[in-house]
């Protein structure tokens, strides 16, 4: 459980980490709305308190219109049966607004390799560049060599370089230090924590944004 007098100060500061707002909405459930009010608070926090948060959190997110349905309907299917319920109670609450985001990305990425293919057709005058380029991809994946998981809480590389659970790759990034380079890599993570990423000086976590762009 977070401190009290730091999930008072977290939740009262406009740049505060949003890492650490999961953490309290998540171990300090009476501070649910304001960490769902704070603008630092992301939509797929603001979903899993709206679905999982107390009363009065909920109450709060329904009067800026954020509900459970707002965000693409209940995490949980109440109506499943008793194992899919189960299972479905296990896992954390997924992010729309990261899905969208990845699935922009992915048309991008198509456009680019598209308006690319006209320059196969170009004359050979072009090759020693491609060259060049194919040479150093061994390099940079070589600099990107999935790291060796070493946290007890069992979160793995591929779940970090893969996951759209915005509650996950927080957690991941706090509990799992030696797993940041991948989150780093993961298209689904949110702007505020690629940011984050970014102030830690870590030549390897540096090297997986370079490889974002």
């Given at each position: 459980?977070?401190?009290?007098?730091?999930?008072?100060?977290?939740?009262?500061?406009?740049?505060?980490?949003?890492?650490?707002?999961?953490?309290?909405?998540?171990?300090?459930?009476?501070?649910?709305?304001?960490?769902?009010?704070?603008?630092?608070?992301?939509?797929?926090?603001?979903?899993?308190?709206?679905?999982?948060?107390?009363?009065?959190a909920?109450?709060?997110?329904?009067?800026?219109?954020?509900t459970?349905?707002?965000?693409?309907?209940?995490?949980?299917?109440?109506?499943?049966?008793?194992?899919a319920?189960?299972?479905?109670?296990?896992?954390?609450?997924?992010?729309?607004?990261?899905?969208?985001?990845?699935?922009?990305?992915?048309?991008?990425?198509?456009?680019?390799?598209?308006?690319?293919?006209p320059?196969?057709?170009?004359?050979?005058?072009?090759?020693?560049?491609?060259?060049?380029?194919?040479?150093?991809?061994?390099?940079?994946?070589?600099a990107?060599?999935?790291?060796?998981?070493?946290?007890?809480?069992?979160?793995?590389?591929?779940?970090?370089?893969?996951?759209?659970?915005?509650?996950?790759?927080?957690?991941?990034?706090?509990?799992?230090?030696?797993?940041r380079?991948?989150?780093?890599?993961?298209?689904?993570?949110?702007?505020?924590?690629?940011?984050?990423?970014?102030?830690?000086?870590?030549?390897?976590?540096?090297?997986?944004?370079?490889?974002?762009?």
């Amino acid at each position: 459980m977070v401190d009290y007098d730091a999930a008072v100060a977290a939740v009262q500061d406009p740049n505060a980490d949003p890492i650490l707002l999961a953490k309290i909405a998540y171990e300090n459930p009476e501070f649910g709305a304001n960490v769902a009010v704070n603008p630092r608070c992301y939509p797929g926090l603001k979903r899993w308190i709206a679905e999982f948060g107390d009363e009065r959190a909920r109450e709060t997110l329904a009067q800026y219109g954020f509900t459970a349905d707002a965000f693409g309907g209940p995490v949980q299917d109440q109506e499943a049966p008793e194992q899919a319920a189960q299972q479905a109670a296990e896992q954390q609450p997924a992010d729309a607004y990261a899905a969208d985001q990845y699935a922009a990305a992915q048309q991008t990425a198509a456009a680019q390799y598209n308006a690319a293919q006209p320059a196969a057709d170009q004359t050979a005058a072009a090759q020693p560049a491609a060259d060049q380029y194919a040479a150093q991809q061994p390099a940079a994946q070589a600099a990107f060599e999935e790291p060796v998981a070493t946290n007890p809480y069992g979160f793995t590389a591929e779940q970090a370089l893969t996951t759209t659970d915005q509650m996950q790759i927080a957690q991941i990034a706090q509990y799992a230090p030696e797993l940041r380079a991948c989150i780093a890599r993961n298209p689904n993570t949110y702007p505020a924590l690629i940011e984050w990423l970014g102030q830690l000086g870590d030549p390897a976590i540096n090297a997986a944004l370079a490889f974002r762009q």
